[in-house]
């Protein structure tokens, strides 16, 4: 006797759940429900199947009142259910986000999406969230990383699990990876579930959709059940890269890299012994790791690369971040230190917080017996020279001060340069000022005419103490 499509797609998607380990038993997941019938379906199984749904609806106003017909539809039925799905909904402006951060709709909806749906997990003190792609879905995925020229990552095609969130630990599931669209829809006819269909998805100004309308069709009247083996193409690709080639990039990419808590260094010496292939892995790597939000493409990595031949000081900017070309190596910083642009005023014997750190002017009674035995940090300066209120902020192209000892001033840029630091570092490089001049590039030198002197009658102490991962 033939099963039925209900009884069919629970079995299928209880046995995929426990073969790649992607829920526990009764665990609480956050589904992200849109209203089409892949995502209604995939609430309704999960439930059957013992798990406690918790519903989450973006509406991105794109459709105007077709748009909060999917919200409506989700509610209603999200309340019908015995015992009913809670459900959360936010309303989200993609058009903004995209026009801001310069992505295309379709990502910045995601982005949107995913942040929302990790958002609630947190709050629902759970550890997954459910997404309704299916074998169809694989299939797309496959076809689009290999038209735009990827590697083995994009033919390995979506996986069953993978991290959405770091902090906290929140994972992104696909339990219906390996289930066909006509499954879904037999079980969802068979449910009575009610689902709505996004005109949207089959416009063909969108790769996806040229791939789902245009192009697998064709492929389907030439080579029936293609879309199914394509899906299994990516299942395998995914297994070979998870047995060869993720152990072989840990071992090269080992060989390179340093983590740092900005971000993290790669050796120039061990990247240029890499095969060119392997070498643009790790560089993509290290921006996986190192830069969130990077562009993670090949052209990009090869920019990268190209700061090998380089002079020192040379970088790439990237949304999240610069990588620097330095002695012998390229350091990722995930976050350039803050600029303090406009001046904050110093007080006498105040501590004054700043994004960098803490810096404190008081007077005291006399300098130590030795000038240089402290740290950099801290200096002391002749009280009387210093001519009026103190003001802390980012050194400026143009800026010019007289380094303790010289005859002469010096642009900062060049005193920066001639003392080593690392071109990372001296975008966040502090000057204390006073009503007419620099008197402390602030953790590097004092200015020659504050200097202590015999005949100093009154002195103040300086300094500075680094934000933790700033120093």
Known sequence: MASSPESSLLAHVGAYLRDHDLLDAGQC????????????????????????????????????AESDADEDVVRAWCGAQQPPIPVRVVRCDPEAKAADERLSLQEAARQQRYAFMAQCAAEEDTNRVAVGHHRGDQAETLL?????????????????????????????????????????????????????????????????????????????????????????????VRAYRTATVEPALETYFNRCATATDAGGVLDTAALRALPAVWRRRVLLEALARWMAGAPYQAAFAEEIEALLAAQVGRRVEVPSGTIWRERGALRFVNHAEPALAQPRSVPFGEEVALPHGTLRVERVEEPPESLGAEAPDTVYADAHAVQGPLAVRTWQNGDRFQPLGMTHTKKISDFLTDEQVPPHRRQGVLVLQDRERIVWVVGHRLAHPVRIRPDTAAVLRMHFEPAAGTG
């Open 29 to 64: 997941v956050v589904v992200g429900i849109s209203g089409g019938v892949d995502s209604m379906v995939l609430a309704a199984v999960l439930q059957r199947l013992g798990y406690r749904v918790r519903a989450t609806h973006v509406n991105y106003g794109l459709r105007g």
């Open 144 to 236: 689009l990383n290999l038209f735009r020229g990827s590697g083995v990552e994009g033919l390995a095609g979506m996986a069953p699990r993978r991290p959405l969130q770091d902090d906290p630990p929140i994972d992104l599931v696909r339990p219906l990876l390996t289930a066909s669209r006509s499954a879904i829809e037999a079980y969802a006819q068979a449910q009575g579930l009610p689902w709505r269909t996004d005109a949207s998805n089959r416009a063909i100004k969108y790769d996806r959709n040229t791939i789902r309308h245009r192009i697998l069709p064709v492929i389907e009247a030439h080579f029936e059940g293609a879309s199914a083996r394509i899906a299994r193409t990516a299942d395998l």
